[in-house]
């Protein structure tokens, strides 16, 4: 392995003499660095932030930075240099603040390195490119807009490159005035002596640039780091992207991840390279190297439980109250379940749900890795698979997770790491400040909502619903055409809420009340609840609780109404058919508060272009406390109704 270093001063170092070990992990996540550990005599200069590059023959392994260093006390004589890999830079760039909407934006104007006159700013552009917002300067003409970037002239690492304004059209090269004079007369223009550059953007939409950013300077802040091969360079966005300085690197890896493609690092001699590539490594099916443990060169073997071990079983929550399980049913030992929610996720085949949690199953089977260490060199990329035949075992093709190589010639391969799949995909597109603002579902159209009073079932008396007589005891919900149209990928929920009706009111002298009539007093400041046992005109002398007589004709009530319904089930109809979702039990409903129920779902049974008949019955799981003979005894609920309408991006 030849190392070279390039000083920031530009002074270049051929072939130093070193000890050495180069670790290039796969990039999953997040924008993991590769890393390289130099140790080297203390009388070689080797300044922070040097460049350093290693190659192996014509492949490129290794080009970074020197970061910090630490000094081998022992000898005295050796430094060890801490070197990252260049695409570390990118997690030290901050996206501007930009819009990038879903469906406009292809993949080669997203990731572009380049600053291109009327296009949206490319993310590695902005990265090589964007000032920071607000630097410091000064207003040198309020009349013509014309600011002052003190100390940032030709002499300045800005030197002489083009510069150019972000606005929501996309960039703007600025033209040279050539003279201060000539400024004020020049829109989206500049002039730059050897110490200071004037800028004048006069635009009314970008006259406040200087506050929260949009200028770019071409390359001013390089990080070295160009797009490479796109799998599909037409490919566009998946959802919305809102950037407001986010780290790009991690930005770039969500932004991949989330479209099932897979980031792999590669260095040129000028240059580090991102690839978007459909395969996560070469050789998936047989394998680019083949090991034997036990051959020439082989030194060792370790097997490990990943740190996400083996799951028996998996709970996918989804939106509001959707779940879906997956188990397997032909393990018989120990049991490890798992719980997973899956964010706007919908159970059925045309949703996102079954897909993710199957794939965390199937990711979370897969839980043994191998180390290897080796006496070779392997000119592959981590991502790439080697066929490993270990002694008395079954040959497997493993996929390289990390790549570690060192001077005293043994390569450590880590086999085995899991394979991106649709999990890795959802887990990306959550990552709402790194990623997608809204990636999945949206509100298609306005909610519908309406109101209705039942009463509340139980054991013995259900209540019925006449619709002749009761049309307060039901909801209609005219659903308009077009809500469940193919091409929205639709879902259509219920939201409900729930409220005991109490029309129990306070006690009141010179009232006459009949037995069964129901009152609150307050007693000692504790408001109680009273049962008529007597008919009478009430008085002092029989005010419930306080009254020298009043046990004569009240009885104390010790559970209020709105804490008797305790446990209940609910029942959901749309057109006198079964809503499966709408069978929710366990249900705690009749406290003082309003019990909202998870968001139903009605899809399937909702007819578009017509009304829908809503009813609902709440049923206890006892019969209701008071002697009664019909359910109109029972006490009463309020249901608010609320119709949500989505619809669907790709998944």
């Known amino acids: 392995m030849k190392i070279d270093v390039k000083t920031p001063s530009g002074t270049v170092l051929h072939d130093i003499e070193c000890e050495w070990e180069i670790t290039r992990p796969v990039v999953s996540d997040r924008m993991e660095c590769r890393e390289a550990k130099l140790t080297i005599a203390r009388r070689i200069p080797i300044p922070q932030y040097s460049i ?38 990118l997690n030290a760039r901050f996206a501007p603040r930009y819009f990038y909407p879903m469906g406009e934006i292809d993949f080669a104007t997203l990731f572009s390195d380049t ?138 890896t969500d932004l991949i991840s989330a479209s099932n493609l897979y980031l792999r690092v590669r260095d040129g001699p000028l240059y580090t390279y991102i690839d978007i590539s459909l395969e996560d490594g070469n050789g998936s099916t047989g394998g680019l190297y083949t090991i034997r443990e036990g051959e020439p060169g082989f030194c060792s073997i370790e097997k490990s439980t990943s740190s996400d071990p083996k799951i028996h079983g998996i709970i996918g929550t989804g939106h509001e109250g959707q779940y879906y399980s997956v188990d397997d049913p032909t393990y018989t030992g120990l049991k490890l379940h798992e719980i997973r929610e899956v964010e706007n996720g919908f159970r059925g085949t045309d949703g996102m749900m079954q897909t993710v949690i199957d794939a965390h199953f199937e990711a979370r089977q897969v839980d043994q890795e191998y180390e290897i260490e080796i006496a070779k060199s392997y000119l592959a990329y981590p991502g790439d698979y080697f066929k490993f035949y270990p002694k008395d075992s079954t040959p497997s093709v493993l996929k390289s997770f990390e790549i570690v190589e060192s001077s005293d010639g043994i390569t450590r391969l880590s086999l085995g790491g899991k394979t991106l799949n649709f999990a890795d995909v959802e ?88 037995i069964g009539d129901e009152v609150y007093n307050d007693d000692d400041e504790i408001i109680k609840l009273y049962r008529c046992i007597v008919a009478h005109t009430s008085g002092a002398i029989t005010e419930p609780g306080e009254g020298g007589s009043w046990e004569d004709k009240w009885v104390e009530i010790t559970t209020t109404k709105d804490l008797e319904f305790g446990r209940c089930a609910t029942e959901l109809t749309i057109d006198d058919a079964d809503v499966p979702d709408g069978a929710l039990v366990g249900l705690c409903i009749g406290s003082r508060e309003t019990s909202a129920l998870p968001e139903i779902d009605i899809t399937d049974s909702i007819t578009t272009g017509a009304e829908n008949k809503l009813k609902l019955w709440v049923h206890m799981s006892t019969d209701y406390a008071p002697t009664h003979t019909t359910f109109e005894d029972h006490p009463e609920i309020s249901v608010s109704a609320t119709m949500k309408f989505y619809k669907r991006l790709s998944i």
């Not at 192996?56 to 630490?70: I, L, P, W």
């Not at 590695?124 to 009349?143: E, I, K």
């Open 52 to 89: 350093v590059t290693a190659t192996d023959g014509k492949m490129v392994k290794f080009r970074g930075y020197a970061e910090s260093n630490t000094i081998d006390i022992s000898s005295g004589s050796k430094t060890t240099w801490t070197c990252k890999g260049m695409e570390e830079l």
């Open 115 to 252: 600053l291109t006159d009327g296009v949206v700013p490319g993310l590695l552009a902005a990265a090589n490119s964007a000032a920071l917002p607000s630097m410091a300067y000064t207003v040198h003409d309020a009349a013509t807009n014309v600011i002052k970037l003190a100390g940032y002239g030709t002499s300045s690492y800005f030197g002489n490159r083009d510069l150019y304004s972000c606005n929501y059209l996309g960039v703007k090269k600025l033209s040279d005035a050539s003279a201060l004079v000539g400024l004020a007369y020049t829109d989206n223009g500049y002039y730059r002596d050897s110490s200071d550059l004037y800028i004048r953007i006069d635009e009314q939409k970008d006259r406040a640039w200087y506050l929260h950013g949009g200028l770019l300077v071409e390359n001013a802040y390089d990080t070295t780091v160009r797009i490479g091969n796109i799998y599909d360079e037409t490919q566009t966005l998946l959802g919305d992207l809102e950037t407001n300085l986010d780290e790009i690197g991690d930005l770039i």
């Open 427 to 514: 887990e990306a597109r959550e990552s709402k400040p790194r990623g997608f603002t809204d990636n999945y579902i949206r509100e298609l159209r306005e909610s519908l909502t309406s109101t209705c009073r039942i009463f509340v079932s139980d054991l013995t008396h259900v209540a019925t619903i006449v619709e002749e007589d009761d049309a307060d005891r039901f909801m209609n919900f005219y659903v308009p055409p077009g809500a469940k149209d193919a091409k929205y990928n639709a879902k259509i929920t219920l939201a409900l809420s729930l409220s005991p009706v109490d029309d129990t009111e306070m006690w009141e002298t010179s009232t006459a009340y009949v």
